[in-house]
């Protein structure tokens, strides 16, 4: 097992470490950065079907939901088809929206998630084309779908999915330009320019990788919080549920991810000066409204850790501590601050002495409903 984990202490640790590689496999092939265009050969649907598509339904569980609602906002922006994202187990209570207009993408590393399963075989029994995100090859996911995109991240051991993560988001957001452009929805350099920010991810992850002993010794400092938030808004709202859930899985702290504007709904009424709060505000449409959270937090003598852009040199009298990542577009900037936070909840994992790769009572891959 220490041969397999290269030196690293743990899968996880190994694996947060090979997403400068997997980012740059899933990719590999599938981006044209001179033609805007999209080449996902496993694709099925014709472009007379994708131009007939009403909707799009996102069905996934646990960590890739969390990348399917990044898929939401992708797929919304560059196309003009609808989108809503359901928690695999919930999909049969509202599955009366599915039928041949309806696509479905499910989103599983495992391709074995029984809910996931048990969703598209249902859907498909309803006449939807399923395409299938998944990293095993000839998973059942894989099998039932209509077609498969792999994200080519190679084995990921640890309970806790990180480069899998990573690698997911990719994938839709190749399947939302693919979509986008079939349609004539996204023009070839609006195209360009999401393909370009996204090939960046390879190189700006390697950098976000260099902060580890920096983001380590402010894990160490919030060893003994009893409980964290984390915030964002838009694609950095999928992240700080991210974030909240990697930190719960491998740390046992019980943390929660909220859309920013949504804590004076509630989360307010909790918050206290031991509460610390992630707060995601990096460079992007919504900084200044996250700068106005940010303070109505800070109100409450909450302690804040901001994540925000290398750039920036006007957070930091505002929070408490920053960890920065590099300058990145919108599409690309969660990505990175999603891996910032998994080497986050790592090391307070590691701090608190826990076996993080077996979290108590979590499996990989989950084949009960
Ligand atoms: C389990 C794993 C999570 C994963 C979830 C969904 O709970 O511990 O890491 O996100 O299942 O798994 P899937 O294989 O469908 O992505």
């Known amino acids: ?26 990719m590999s092939g599938r981006l044209n950065e001179f033609t805007g265009d999209v080449e996902l050969k496993e694709m099925t649907l ?25 898929g939401k906002y992708a797929i919304e922006s560059v196309t003009d088809i609808p989108v809503s ?25 495992s391709g074995e998630t029984a809910d996931t399963v048990a969703a598209i075989k249902d859907a498909r029994k309803k006449g939807s084309n399923v395409i299938a995100i998944t990293n095993v090859v000839g998973s059942t996911i894989s099998r039932e779908a209509d077609s498969t995109i792999y994200m080519r991240t190679g084995p990921e051991i640890g309970v806790a999915a990180t480069k899998t993560f990573t690698g997911q988001i990719a994938v839709i957001y190749m399947i939302a330009l693919y979509l986008g452009r079939a349609r004539g929805n996204i023009s070839p350099e609006d195209a360009r320019s999401i393909i370009s920010e996204m090939k960046s991810l390879s190189q700006k992850s390697k950098l976000v990788l260099e902060k580890e002993e920096y983001i380590a010794n402010i894990a160490r400092m919030f060893v003994n919080a009893p409980s964290f938030f984390f915030v ?15 930190l719960k899985e491998i740390s046992y702290i019980y943390s929660e ?14 918050l206290t000066t031991n509460i610390p709060v992630v707060a995601i505000a990096t460079r ?9 959270n940010i303070k109505e937090i800070k109100a409450r003598d909450a302690s804040v850790i901001a994540i925000a852009s290398e750039c920036d040199n006007k957070i930091s009298q505002f929070v408490d501590l920053v960890i920065k990542i590099p300058d990145a577009g919108e ?10 936070l998994q080497l986050f909840a ?24």
């Open 1 to 26: 097992e220490a041969a397999e984990k290269c030196g690293y202490d743990h899968f996880m640790l190994k694996e947060i470490h090979e997403q400068p590689k997997s980012l740059k496999d899933v």
């Open 46 to 70: 014709t472009r007379a079907e994708i131009g007939s598509l009403k909707r799009v339904i996102i069905i996934a569980c646990g960590t890739s939901y969390h990348a399917g609602m990044m």
């Open 85 to 109: 994202v359901e928690i695999g187990s919930e999909f049969r209570y509202s599955s009366n929206r599915v039928g041949p207009e309806t696509l479905i993408i499910a989103i599983s590393q």
């Open 232 to 246: 964002g808004r838009n694609l950095n709202f999928p992240a700080a549920l991210e974030g909240a859930l990697k």
């Open 257 to 270: 991810g909220f859309a920013a504007g949504e804590l004076k709904h509630g989360p307010l009424a909790l």
């Open 284 to 292: 992007c449409p919504t900084y200044d409204k996250m700068v106005s």
């Open 331 to 340: 599409y690309a900037s969660p990505v990175l601050s999603s891996i910032a």
């Open 346 to 369: 790592y090391y307070v994992a590691r701090f608190r002495g826990c076996p993080i790769d077996k979290p108590r009572n979590l499996a990989k891959s989950v084949t009960v409903e």
